[in-house]
């Protein structure tokens, strides 16, 4: 590689009229402005520090104070949030209930004697279906129609050699007095 300085270059560089590169004044007020430069990036890291660590106790201090307030209001709520699913089961369960037929009060229970017909109304209204001998019946009303005394009965529980005829269990319909035996009182638990 060949040189780059010439041997004019000293002359030039140092002359008297020569142009003035710096010096040792220069040289020291290039190392006091470095000096100056990493002391303020210096200085404002260890501002920048303390400034985040004081923000960071203002965000613990306040977490502190407003988590309790926080955790009441998220308790209210799901208090407010069950009370307010308890009263819609409440609700539906008594909408359930209502719905639900009323037991109707029964003069007792007792069985058909002779078989014949279970009418929709005493004494010539359509005929619901047949009621065999032995079929265990439940008697809920009692009417008496131009001298002849007629039950509204629920079929309980059908007689068993009825051959898959008659009227299916929990039907209600009405029979004349002549087909059943009299009621028997049934105790209520």
């Known amino acids: 590689m060949a040189a780059k300085i010439r041997p004019g270059d000293w002359d030039r560089l140092f002359a008297p009229n020569a ?9 020291l007020i290039n190392v006091i402005l470095t000096i100056v430069v990493i ?8 501002y920048a520090v303390n400034y985040r660590n004081q923000q960071i106790a203002s965000q613990r201090a306040t977490a502190e104070v407003v988590a309790p307030t926080l955790i009441a ?3 209210a709520r799901a208090v407010a949030a069950t009370a307010t699913v308890q009263a819609r089961v409440a609700a539906r369960t008594a909408t359930a209930l209502a719905k639900q037929p009323t037991p109707v009060p029964s003069l007792g229970a007792g069985l058909v004697t002779n078989g014949g017909n279970l009418r929709a109304e005493p004494p010539r209204g359509d005929v619901i279906g047949l009621l065999w001998v032995g079929d265990e019946v ?41 087909l059943l035996t009299q009621p028997t009182p049934v105790a209520t638990p």
């Open 73 to 75: 209001a998220a308790t």
């Open 138 to 178: 439940m008697f809920l009303q009692e009417q008496q129609v131009g001298g002849q005394v007629w039950f509204r009965i629920r079929l309980v529980k059908p007689a068993a050699d009825r051959g898959g005829d008659g009227v299916a269990p929990g039907t209600e319909g009405w029979a004349s007095a002549t």
């Open 19 to 27: 142009p003035r590169r710096g010096g040792p004044l220069r040289a």
């Open 39 to 46: 002391a303020l990036i210096s200085a404002g890291s260890v």
